[in-house]
Structures are given as structure tokens and as C-alpha cells.
């Protein structure tokens, strides 16, 4: 007879995810001040790629939201590399 998996955690395993949760929320809190709070693109920036992702999603047009820069230059860049930030 196969034998059952368990999804569920055992207790040690449970202990080593929540110790790796705490270790990443510190080393957040430790490089918390070198992240970029105030980006370089303005609010009109922001109004128009909405506007225009609106626009299009309403017309059913997803596919023109990738032929277009959505973004002004360098915006993609930097939203990557605050993404990695998270991965250490």
C-alpha cells in the first residue's frame, strides 16, 4: 500500500520556516533606510501609464500594454532591483 503524504509541517520544520520569516523581517529592518522612499517618477507619470493601462483593458487591448513603453526610462530597472532587494 502507497504510503500518505502529509502536507503538513512537522514541528521542526515549522520552527526552521518561522526562524527564516524572522531572519528575513531583520535583515529588512537592517537595510530598511537604503531603500528608495521617494522614486523619481512624478505623479503625472504615474496618472498617465494608469490612464493608458485603463484605456486599454477597457478596450480589451492587454497585448498593447507590452508594445508600449508603460514607463518612463529606467523605471523598470529599478522596480527589479527593489524586487531582488527581497531575495537577499
Known sequence: ????????MTPDEFRAQ????????????RRIESFNDH???DHGQVVEVLERAR????AGR?????????APVG??????????????
Open 55 to 58: 484605456d486599454d483593458l477597457i
Open 75 to 88: 523605471w523598470r530597472a529599478r522596480l527589479t532591483s527593489w524586487a531582488n532587494s527581497f531575495r537577499g
Open 18 to 29: 518561522g526562524h527564516a520569516v524572522v531572519d528575513w523581517i531583520a535583515e529588512y529592518y
Open 1 to 8: 500500500m502507497p504510503e500518505t503524504k502529509s502536507f503538513h
Open 62 to 70: 492587454l497585448a498593447v500594454l507590452r508594445s508600449k513603453p508603460a
Open 39 to 41: 522614486p523619481d517618477t
